[in-house]
């Protein structure tokens, strides 16, 4: 297991950006693909992003690729999510998530992949 504690949510008007982080405990993390979800108020928690624990396979929701960019830094136990030209409909809470995987470029994007999970950063973009 281990544990993740995401920070640098906010309210941001439309067009802007933030950069979400996900702290990871456990010596693991380096072994772990990682991915970004979110749930907006009344709808069901959706993909965003993932990362192989090797960093070289990305992988995005339609709806966020070219806006967003999901990268980690194994030294720090890190991952990120770059979040440029914000939209009112990207409002949600935002979870960080992971999984332990032998194979280095292997990503995953549907819940049930994922063992851990962060206490999710709230994330509000105003028009």
């Known amino acids: 297991q281990v544990q993740l504690v995401e920070s640098g949510g906010g309210l941001v008007q439309a067009g802007g950006s933030l950069r979400l982080t996900c702290a990871a405990s456990g010596r693991i993390f380096s072994n772990c693909a990682m991915g970004w979800f979110r749930q907006a108020p009344g709808k069901e928690r959706e993909f965003v992003a993932a990362i192989s624990w090797s960093g070289a396979s990305t992988y995005y929701a339609d709806s966020v690729k070219g806006r967003f960019t999901i990268s980690r830094d194994n030294a720090k136990n890190t991952v990120y999510l770059q979040m440029n030209s914000l939209k009112p409909e990207d409002t949600a809470v935002y979870y960080c998530?992971?999984?332990?995987?032998?194979?280095?470029?292997?990503?995953?994007?549907?819940?049930?992949?994922?063992?851990?999970w962060g206490q999710g950063t709230q994330v509000t973009v105003s028009s």
């Open positions: 998530a992971a999984r332990y995987t032998y194979y280095s470029s292997s990503y995953y994007y549907t819940e049930a992949d994922f063992g851990s």
